[in-house]
């Protein structure tokens, strides 16, 4: 079987390391913040990537999103306790600085601790507080209830930074110094920004046709296969300017690419723009691709009673997921699925692999069947996925090649 | 099993006339299956087309090749059912067998109606039959429409 992701992961322990004894070594840096630290936050990270063991390293910007976030709500709670200051105290950020030693088993669980600064003794301040708040907060959106009156409203824009990598299948439970917290979620989160404002950001990986490239503005317009029916802007720099440039056709779309960035969504989900761009590349198999699309789009016209008087309309949330489903399973080297509607409202997709016969059948409701048989033994495979990952799907698709 | 099958299967023998079902036993009579054509991609039909809807109650219609042909099955189907069909699969009795499926056929004998047996069968077996069904059906190809 062909090694079909990578990632790179930080070794879990079991048990925090020990502390090494204090040296007086000349007072390096390593040695000035070794015996100086204090647990401040466990954040146990469960689900998706984190159930494999280890902390995959593109998670670590949740660690820097979330320092960010106690800072942030740090400053606005001395502010409000300061109403004659403007701005907080010159040294108030770097007064608090979290490290990580120590990732524990259970799936990927980072202990952040405080460095002490020297000569002080670490009490209930405004860093402290701030991690209290912010553990109330989302403790009163999963239950649905107003947000304390204590948490400052300023700060809630910087939950957009934190959780900005989690996927659908993943947490994030914010356990403080105890045993057990809140668990912050992308729902979570959204609910979160939109007590704020109108919008909310988040990571976007779909395919997409360039159509208009202003190289003076360093800004784009791309559509993109998941999203809206229209073009969205997007922000250029050095490094994705090349890249668009060729695949820009002119006066039409060109070929798609496939894309990766941070989106800006309103509060019913839409797209409204792409606030960073950080990748494109041009899809390896555009016509199969096309021919996915077409043969998505027969299926998405099906009325009522389309077989013989017996089967309902597409599930639109099925088809989606189909849809986004079936075009990364292409990047896995997985030939173009055959693609048939269910009675029931469904997506069926088939293939024929080696002697077996292969399906996986996108549900209403978001459940995810999927059946392997061989037809010469008869013994036959169905998995229970624990997530609904891409790569785990085609790892089930690619067992049978 | 029903009361009915268990009569097909057990009492043929000496009592046919009080069963409406007939199991079928030569091997290699094909059973031609119908396909809606929007259970067809990039001509081959989906496994579901090869297990039975609910409306069909566990029982996957066929039509028996000893007593029609590929081709006025698919006539049948279109011109006297008024169905559609991208046109006739077919599968042999054996093959059904090997899927761990019965076939029957109705009496008064004569009548090309029949089916194949998913009555006793939860959705991983029906579909893993279907799948075994499939790719039988999909060998042969389709025999009516040639070409299909």
Known sequence: MPDTSWSLRLPVRGRPRTRR??????????????????????????????????????????LAAYQDLVVGVAKELYLTAHPDRQRVLRGFTDSFELRLRTVEEGS??????????????????????????ID????????????????????????????????????IELRGIGSSGPVYTREVRRDLLLKYGNVYLEDVQDIGWVSEVDGDKMRCLIRLRLGPGTAVAAPLDELTFPHVKDVLAPKHEGPPVRISGVGVFDADRRLLRLDALHEVTPVDDAEALDALDQRLNEIAELEEGWLDGEGVPLDPSALQWARRVLADLMTFEIPRARVFATLDGGVQAEWSLEGQEVSITFEPGGKLYAIAVNVASGQAREPVFTSSSVEEIAQFVLQAS | ??????????????????????????????????????????????????????????????????????????????????????????????????????????????????FIDFRELGRKASERAGKILLARARDRGCLHPAGE
């Open chain 1, 21 to 62: 004894p204090r040296r007086d070594t000349g007072g390096s840096h390593n040695d000035r913040v070794d015996g100086t630290l204090e647990p401040f936050a466990r954040l146990r990270l469960t689900g998706g990537r984190f159930d494999d063991g280890g902390m995959p390293v593109a998670a670590l910007v949740e």
């Open chain 1, 108 to 133: 990927a669980q980072p202990v952040l601790e405080r460095v002490k600064p020297s000569g002080t003794l670490l009490q209930h301040d405004e860093f402290v507080q701030a991690r209290e708040l």
């Open chain 1, 136 to 171: 109330q907060a989302v403790e009163a959106i999963v239950a649905k209830l107003p947000l304390p009156e204590s948490f400052p409203s300023d700060a809630l824009v910087l939950f957009n930074r934190f959780g900005q990598t989690l996927r659908p299948d993943e947490a």
């Open chain 2, 1 to 114: 099993m029903t009361g009915d099958e268990e009569d097909a299967d057990t009492s043929a023998s000496t009592d046919e006339a009080q069963s409406p079902e007939e199991l079928l036993e030569d091997l290699a009579e094909l059973l031609f299956r119908q396909v809606h054509p929007k259970w067809i991609d990039d001509g081959s039909p989906t496994s579901q087309a090869f297990v039975p809807t609910k409306k069909d109650a566990g029982a996957l219609s066929i039509a028996r090749g000893s007593l029609t042909t590929a081709e006025r099955a698919f006539q049948h189907h279109t011109t006297v059912l008024n169905l559609e069909s991208a046109g006739s699969w077919a599968v042999t009795v054996g093959e059904a067998e090997t899927a761990g499926l019965r076939s029957f056929g109705e009496r008064p004998t004569g009548n090309p109606h029949g």
